[in-house]
């Protein structure tokens, strides 16, 4: 199977966690949005903190609803 990028958005939840876990145990590469960054200092992964521009930039590469 091919390594995938896979974007996670509530990722401190129980769900999204979960996915992130195990997404990163297959190897992918995860980006993961969280309102509160502190929360996945438990995973192995780099955090980016300029979240006000990551947050402009998915609502622009998401579809209207």
């Known amino acids: 199977m091919d390594n995938?990028?896979?974007t996670v958005?509530?990722?401190t939840g129980k769900t999204g966690r979960?996915?992130?876990r195990q997404?990163?145990?297959?190897?992918?590469f995860v980006?993961?949005?969280a309102r509160n960054p502190?929360?996945?200092e438990h995973l192995q992964m780099k955090m980016a903190?300029?979240?006000?521009s990551s947050r402009e930039?998915?609502?622009?590469?998401?579809?209207?609803l």
């Open 4 to 6: 995938k990028n896979i």
């Open 9 to 11: 958005f509530g990722c």
């Open 18 to 20: 979960e996915i992130v």
């Open 23 to 28: 997404a990163l145990e297959h190897g992918h």
């Open 31 to 33: 980006t993961a949005y």
């Open 38 to 40: 502190q929360k996945l």
């Open 49 to 52: 903190k300029d979240l006000d």
């Open 57 to 64: 930039k998915a609502r622009n590469r998401l579809a209207p």
